[in-house]
């Protein structure tokens, strides 16, 4: 079973910059897609940022061209890199992996990013 660690979150003044770090137990380049969600109290959790093996990323409307997602197969790490923070962004930072054969979806404990005003 895959399991998955994050860790950097912490609180952030508005306008600061942090980085987050999901490192899996196994090798990330057997999983299709890897992302990070975030939930923020009483809110779904939403997609933030996801990555393909091929290196093909997508980005949510509100983070773009704030946040870079990136990975380090050989690290069996994936981060997520944002910039000029914003209060909103603040929740709960999980990493995911998912493949589609054979299936699994995993998900990592979370970490919290909050961002102060």
């Known amino acids: 079973q895959l399991q998955l660690v994050e860790s950097g979150g912490g609180v952030v003044q508005a306008g600061g910059s942090l980085r987050i770090s999901c490192v899996a137990s196994?090798?990330?380049?057997?999983?299709?897609?890897m992302g990070w969600y975030r939930q923020a109290p009483g809110k779904e959790r939403e997609l933030v940022a996801s990555?393909?093996?091929?290196?093909?990323?997508n980005y949510a409307d509100s983070v773009k061209g704030r946040a870079t997602i990136s990975r380090d197969n050989a690290k069996n790490t994936v981060y997520l890199q944002m910039n000029s923070l914003k209060p909103e962004d603040t929740g709960v930072y999980y990493c995911?992996?998912?493949?589609?054969?054979?299936?699994?979806?995993?998900w990592g404990q979370g970490t919290q990013v909050t961002v102060s005003s």
């Open positions: 995911n992996a998912q493949r589609a054969v054979p299936p699994y979806r995993y």
């Open positions: 990555i393909s093996r091929g290196g093909n990323t």
């Open positions: 196994t090798s990330i380049f057997s999983s299709d897609i």
